[in-house]
């Protein structure tokens, strides 16, 4: 399995290449289980403000280039890719309350 | 069904709200309905890819054909680039083209969304995740109609039969 310090190296790597404009705060990432029973991953990548609807499209790629890189390491778990902000994280902070 | 009417339904919904934030229940639902709209594509094209529209009961069976889990499942395989090796094997190539793929991997993460936003009661959802699912939804349809012929109806083949070990 790869570690997710590399996981989160990897999706850096992969969003400057394919995202270069996004402002990334923070990129997390973390195993899961998903509806499925599957082990999976949540990679949560925090921008400053979402892209633009073409730009956003483009996440499809990240993902699928992040699956290639898991795939070459023998690592076969489903990456759950989200984008969110921090307004938005702020936002979800406050319905849990 | 148009598959279209379901995401202009999700997004008016997620839309229609004059102030405060959207409602949970509006905004799982708009959640909910990016991924029928997604499923119902595919259902609609691997019924018309295999049936002749003058055998309409038959269209009907094979519109039937897919149930989520076990799609998920043959997504999650036919959207990795390289494929699992029983796949590769299989199929005589290393992976689908780059349309398949993503259609695979945003059936994959709609579906959890649509699984989180029906049965998991403590899930939150903001406003901008229903509306980024209603546009990878959109996005997805256009990926499956992009797709070559001969790839789509090999993938299709495979979500219907899987693979005999």
């Given amino acids: 399995m790869t570690s997710e310090k590399d996981i989160r190296t990897a999706v850096e790597s992969i969003l400057h290449r394919t995202l270069p404009s996004l402002r990334v705060v923070r990129i997390e990432a973390s195993e899961i289980i998903d509806t499925s029973g599957d082990e999976s991953l949540d990679v949560k990548v925090v921008v400053r403000e979402r892209p633009s609807r073409e730009l956003a499209r483009r996440t499809a790629d990240v993902v699928d280039q992040l699956r290639t890189w898991l795939a070459e390491r023998q690592d076969e778990r489903f990456p759950y890719f989200h984008l969110t902000t921090e307004r938005e994280e702020a936002e979800l902070a406050q319905m849990g309350e | ?165």
């Fill in chain 2, 1 to 165: 069904m148009n598959p279209e009417h379901l995401l202009e339904l999700a997004t008016n919904e997620v839309a229609s709200q004059t102030s405060g934030a959207p409602r949970q229940a509006v905004l799982r639902r708009s959640g909910s309905s990016a991924y029928y709209a997604l499923f119902h594509q595919l259902l609609w094209t691997i019924a018309t890819t295999f049936v002749p529209a003058a055998h309409w009961k038959a269209r009907v069976l094979f519109y039937r054909a897919l149930d989520h889990g076990r799609t998920k499942q043959r997504c999650k395989h036919a959207g990795q680039d390289p494929m699992p090796k029983a796949e590769q094997l299989f199929f005589g190539f290393e992976s689908f083209p780059l349309e398949i793929r993503r259609f695979c991997n945003a059936f994959s993460d709609l579906q959890e969304l649509r699984n989180r936003c029906d049965y998991d009661p403590e899930y939150k959802i903001t406003k901008d995740v229903a509306l980024y699912a209603i546009n990878a939804s959109s996005d997805a349809i256009d990926d499956l109609k992009a797709a070559d012929e001969a790839s789509r109806t090999l993938f299709l083949s495979y979500l219907l039969f899987g693979m005999r070990s």
